[in-house]
């Protein structure tokens, strides 16, 4: 398959997917009080087989967190927001919409330096011709 021309997609439920995304954008906008940045990088990785996956990072210049905090994030009601601003559900939620699309979900984080949000997603391909006859 010519990768040039080839188009890789991913199934799913959009406003599901939508949640996972926003979800991490506001996660990194709250890490960054005083501003920062947030960089939203895709790769398609390419193996044999049905083993295609679509991979995107998402990375923030933000305060970081703590490992011992980074252990506990996907912990229902878990958060370190003051009361008010978050309810903990959001990753936790984020983490089994990635896992019912057959995906991923895992974050390193640097204390003082930022964290990066990794996900991954089943997808498949198809080449430019297959996509005009659809």
């Known amino acids: 398959m010519d990768l040039f021309h080839a ?3 991913v199934l799913g439920n959009q406003t599901e997917l939508e949640q996972v995304f926003l979800n991490i954008v506001k ?3 709250d890490a960054m009080p005083e501003g920062g940045k947030i960089r939203i990088h ?3 990785t390419l193996s044999s087989g049905e083993n295609e996956k679509v991979q995107l990072t998402m990375a923030d210049t933000g ?3 703590s490992p011992h905090h980074l252990s ?5 009601f878990f958060t370190t927001k003051p009361i008010g601003k978050g309810t903990g559900l959001g990753l936790s939620i984020s ?3 990635m896992e019912d699309h057959g995906g991923s979900l895992s974050v390193e984080s640097t204390l003082g330096e930022g964290t990066t949000v990794l996900i991954q997603l089943p997808a498949f391909s198809q080449t430019f011709e297959e ?3 659809q």
């Not at 506990?72 to 229902?76: E, L, S, V, Y």
């Open 27 to 29: 996660n990194a906008v």
């Open 131 to 133: 996509t005009v006859k």
């Open 63 to 65: 305060e970081g967190i």
């Open 72 to 76: 506990k994030i996907f912990t229902p």
């Open 7 to 9: 188009h890789l997609f």
């Open 42 to 44: 895709s790769l398609q």
């Open 95 to 97: 983490q089994r919409i």
